[in-house]
Every structure is written in structure tokens, then in C-alpha cells.
């Protein structure tokens, strides 16, 4: 009856997940906090750290098993290898199901919040900030100084002492001191400069469409804010619904090429639906999502719109909140090197207990004095398991600590320094690392009438310039035009290039007397009358491995649809007679 119990009240949060765990609840036991309280007494305290240094040993020592509704504390387990923290528990009236479709955001969320609406909701998610704590100095002591290895140098220290050994334990001393001190020091320095950092770009003023300014710890979900034209750091996640913007997310993903977000699609205004009545996830739509931290470099908007986007996360909720996170609390780490070092300090205990009972035992026969005897046992163990093993270490983490300083990286974790120690091989998978920075285009094969012409070498050749393909090349891509340079993918900056077309400015006109488009204008260098319009983007996508976008040639009343893409899948969407059997041959 008992493990079924166990099992019931056994939650699993996160089900699925990569980050799933198991949660337990407890309920604290007065009589068995006064046992752990004598016993830590009688024991000179070292219970206590026994308990500190082992949280799953401290709640069950401490606390009864209870359903996790009625819990006072809570047990999460990740991993059944790894350790389990301790949590205190805060129970909220439940929420209901908060997921929207992508129509939703349009219908239900594009005006924005009232004052009442917006005041509830800042009352219920908080303030749109990312607060770093900066411990203090004695926090980072106390979690320095109760590291088992210092408690046993302690312990060593005041052995010698006792055996009138001082000056290797002065030593001994004055190095754990100093180490302490600049580990202290390197930890406080890069908090505050983690703080800094942070809170820099958290305190903007942002328009909202309530028609007036507000600062950017002051917005919730449901608040629709104006991206202005000369670009912002944007301090929320938030999903573009109107305009297009050009975005440098290099803080987030390390990409160092600008991408480009477009607005979410909305099935109200698409006649064959498409994607549009998904749910909305910032996974999933993140080709519509700004996200916190990244730089707005440049915005694109329809014709008498603003170009407006939905808030959907704050604080530590956004991608930026997230990273913060991990960097303040990673992942506990299971190397097999930890393992190998806490099995090999293990046998060095074992040998000393041998040798400590052997000793003690002989100095008993021969009638030595009590204090000898324990002392000189007790010394043993001091000289199988060396002392100044942390100091050293220490010594070494700071030292590895400034010269990675000196290049640019910090670190507020450097006990997983001496983890790299074990690193044989550096992969790096982005262009420019492993592979040669530059792209050639070796040249163009056509197809027509539903065959292969012969390779050509240049697209910009005067009888190919004006064809269907090159003006695909020319059209279909995400370069945009910053400070008068071209940026975008290497590959889509190369095949533009070689197609010898130039990239104009933006203009606005209307087709029909329906619709209001702004377009970027594209010109023929050598057919200076042929001109392209690109009306509409839509960016290259992983999950259906190709873009297109919609141009309209200038002085012709239709509009086109250019598409490009990973072969197999292009050739899906190719009629049989156009030749898609013949790519494989290529």
C-alpha cells in the first residue's frame, strides 16, 4: 500500500520533455527537526553539513512523505543519476489552457489592452524585467568555505595544531585564504558584470497601442507594441503582425547574418487557409517572432501601417530570460572524469581507515598515551587524502579564469573549468569555421519545353538576363540593404551578384484599386527599362525546405511567384512534363 502511495503522489513535470522531472511532495515533521537538531549538537555540527551538502538526505531527515497538494516542500529529480534539489512550494488557482492559434493573435489580440486589462495581467505575470541577483560577499563565502574539501582542511588545520605542526598549517592557511579571496572577488566581479549587462538593455521606452509611451518593464502579454523605423532592442518575445523587420540575432544564436522576420499569417485574410490555424509557438513561427535582446536593425511596413507585433513573453519567460537562466543555473554535469576522481578519493579513504585502524589498534597494545593515539591516527588520513588539494585547485581556477578574461569570456561557474582539461577535439559546424568563408557560383543549367539546356557560366549574359530563371536568382532571396550594403545568406548574396541585377530602394504603389504594397525594386543593368518589384517574402523555411517570394514586373498588370529550394522538394511541386525526372541525372 505504502509504494502505491508513493507512486500516486509521484508527479511528473514536464512530460516529454528534454528537461523532465520527477516531483515528490513533503510536509515538515516537528519531532523530526528536533532529532536532526540534537543530533547536530551532539555531532559538533557536522550533521548539519552532512545534510547541507546531501538535500535528498536533509528532506527526508527533516520531513514525511505527503500528496504534493498539501506539501510544504518538494523533491525534483531530473535524472536518476542526477542530484535532487530542494524547492519550496507556492500553490496558485489553476490555469486554463493559454495556447492561441495563429488567427487568434489576429482576431483576438492586434488592439491591444485596456488599463485595466494591462494592470491585471502585470499584477499576474510581474514587472517585464530580468533582475540578476547579485549575491552578497558573505552568501559566496559560506558556499565557497562549506565545500567538503575545505571543511576537511579545516579539519587538518586544527590537527597540526595540535601536534604543535604550524608552520605547514599556516601555510596551508594563508594559501586557502588567498584563494578563497580572488575566487571570491573573480565571482562578485562577473555577477555585477553579468548584472550590468543585462539590465542595460531592459529599460527602453516602447510605444503601445494605447497611444502612449511606456517603459518596457511596465509591458505583459497581450500589450501590442509599435516597432519604430530606426530599429530597437527589442525587450520582450513578441509576434510580428504587421510589416516586416530585418533583425540581428548574433546575441541569441551567434549567427552573424542579419535574418528577416515577416508578419504572422492570418487564415481570415488567406482563401485556401494554409498554416494559419496552427497554434502559435515560438518555436515553431519563429520566422514571425522578435525575440528579447536582439537588435531591430531595419523595419518594412504596408502602405499607411505601422509595423506592429503582440507581446507573448516577459522576463525570464523569453529566449533571453532562458539564456540568463542557464548561465545563472546550469545543468548539473555527470562526467565520467567526476566519477573516476570521487572513486579514486574514495580508495584513498579506504586505505587510510585500513591504516588508521592498524595504527590505532598497535598504539593501544603498546600503551601509548590517549592523546597520541588519536592524534597520530588521525594523522594518517591527513597525509592519504592531501590537504591542499582545493587551494591548489583554486589557485589554478583563477589563473585559467583570467586569461579567458583577457579574451572576452566569463565565467560565474569556474569549478567547470578543469572540466576542459579533458577536451581532445574543438567542433565548430558554422561557415567560415571549418568551411572556407567565400562562395563560388560555378554556373546556371536551365530547363525549358521540358529539357536541360547545356551549362552556362554566367547569368548575366545580355540573352539570359531578362529569363525566367535569372530573374528567379535575382528575385527570390532574404538579402536586404543596410547602410547601403547588401546583407543576407552568403549563398543568396552570391547568386544575386551573378546575375548582374542591382538592388534599388523602396517604393509604394497600388495594384488595382484593392490593395496598398510597399516593394523593394530590383533593376537590370543591362535592360535598364526591365524592372521587378518584390511585393512579398516568404522566408526560407527548415521544415518545408524552401522560400518564394511574389514580384510584379513593373509595366505588367499580373503579378509572379518565384520559388526556390532543396531539389526533391521543388521537384514535387513541378508538373511530370516539365522534366522534374531529370534532376537526378544532374
Not at 543555473?329 to 585500513?354: E, G, H, M, W
Amino acid at each position: 500500500l505504502k509504494i502505491r502511495m508513493e507512486k500516486e503522489d509521484l508527479k511528473i513535470v514536464n512530460r516529454g520533455l528534454e528537461d523532465e522531472m520527477e516531483l515528490s511532495g513533503y510536509r515538515l515533521c516537528r519531532w523530526k527537526l528536533v532529532l536532526v537538531g540534537l543530533g547536530g549538537l551532539c555531532t559538533g555540527g557536522f550533521l548539519f553539513l552532512l545534510l547541507y551538502w546531501m538535500p535528498e538526505w536533509c528532506v527526508k531527515a527533516t520531513c514525511t512523505r505527503s500528496a504534493v497538494r498539501d506539501a510544504d516542500v518538494a523533491l525534483l529529480q531530473t535524472d536518476p543519476s542526477q542530484s535532487l534539489k530542494l524547492l519550496s512550494l507556492l500553490f496558485f488557482r489553476g490555469l486554463e489552457d493559454l495556447s492561441m492559434t495563429c488567427s487568434s493573435v489576429h482576431s483576438k489580440h492586434s488592439a491591444g489592452l485596456n488599463k485595466n486589462q494591462q494592470e491585471y495581467r502585470r499584477f499576474f505575470f510581474g514587472l517585464n524585467e530580468i533582475d540578476v541577483k547579485v549575491p552578497s560577499l558573505f552568501k559566496l563565502l559560506i558556499k565557497e568555505v562549506l565545500n567538503p574539501f575545505y571543511i576537511f582542511q579545516l579539519f587538518s588545520v586544527i590537527l597540526w595544531c595540535t601536534d604543535e605542526y604550524y608552520y605547514y598549517a599556516m601555510a596551508i592557511v594563508i594559501m586557502s585564504v588567498i584563494s578563497i579571496a580572488t575566487s571570491l572577488y573573480t565571482i562578485k566581479k562577473q555577477y555585477v558584470m553579468l548584472h550590468d549587462m543585462v539590465a542595460a538593455h531592459s529599460t527602453v521606452r516602447v510605444t503601445v497601442c494605447r497611444g502612449e509611451n511606456a517603459l518596457s518593464t511596465d509591458l505583459v502579454p497581450g500589450d501590442v507594441i509599435v516597432i519604430p523605423s530606426n530599429g530597437i532592442i527589442m525587450p520582450c518575445d513578441a509576434v510580428l503582425i504587421c510589416g516586416t523587420c530585418i533583425v540581428n540575432e548574433s546575441m541569441l544564436t551567434g549567427e552573424s547574418v542579419p535574418v528577416t522576420k515577416t508578419d504572422l499569417p492570418n487564415p481570415q485574410q488567406d482563401i485556401k487557409g494554409g498554416d494559419g490555424d496552427a497554434i502559435y509557438s515560438t518555436e515553431e513561427h519563429k520566422r514571425h517572432t522578435l525575440f528579447c535582446g536582439t537588435n531591430i536593425i531595419q523595419t518594412r511596413y504596408y502602405t499607411g501601417e505601422m509595423v506592429k507585433a503582440v507581446v507573448v513573453r516577459t522576463g525570464f519567460s523569453t529566449a533571453k530570460g532562458q539564456l540568463i537562466r542557464s548561465i545563472l543555473y546550469p545543468k548539473p554535469t555527470d562526467f565520467k572524469l567526476y566519477r573516476d576522481a570521487y572513486l579514486f578519493l574514495l580508495c584513498l579513504v579506504a586505505v587510510a581507515s585500513i591504516v588508521f585502524v592498524y595504527s590505532l589498534v598497535m598504539k593501544i597494545i603498546n600503551q601509548e598515551p590517549v592523546k597520541e593515539i588519536i592524534v597520530k591516527s588521525l594523522d594518517i588520513i591527513t597525509i592519504t587524502v592531501p590537504p591542499a588539494l582545493p587551494a591548489a585547485m583554486t589557485a589554478g581556477i583563477v589563473y585559467a579564469q583570467r586569461r579567458l578574461r583577457k579574451v572576452g569570456i566569463f565565467s560565474i561557474s569556474p569549478q567547470r573549468i578543469n572540466i576542459c582539461g579533458q577536451l581532445n577535439l574543438v567542433c565548430f559546424d558554422k561557415t567560415g569555421t571549418l568551411t572556407e568563408d567565400g562562395l563560388d557560383m560555378w554556373g546556371i543549367q536551365r530547363v525549358e519545353d521540358g529539357r536541360f539546356h547545356h551549362s552556362e557560366e554566367k547569368a548575366d549574359d545580355k540573352s539570359l538576363v531578362t529569363t525566367k530563371f535569372v530573374s528567379c536568382m535575382a528575385a527570390c532571396h532574404s538579402l536586404t540593404k543596410i547602410e547601403g550594403q547588401l546583407s543576407g545568406d552568403p549563398l543568396d548574396l552570391k547568386m544575386f551578384e551573378a546575375t548582374g541585377w542591382v538592388s534599388g530602394h523602396i517604393y509604394e504603389f497600388r495594384y488595382g484599386h484593392i490593395w496598398g504594397f510597399t516593394y523593394c525594386l530590383l533593376f537590370c543593368v543591362l535592360q535598364a527599362s526591365y524592372m521587378i518589384g518584390i511585393v512579398r517574402q516568404f522566408s526560407f523555411s527548415s521544415a518545408l525546405q524552401r522560400m518564394s517570394v511574389v514580384v510584379r514586373q513593373i509595366g505588367e498588370r499580373r503579378m509572379d511567384a518565384y520559388l526556390k529550394g532543396a531539389p526533391e522538394v521543388v521537384a514535387s511541386l513541378c508538373k511530370k512534363e516539365t522534366g522534374q525526372s531529370k534532376i537526378s541525372l544532374l
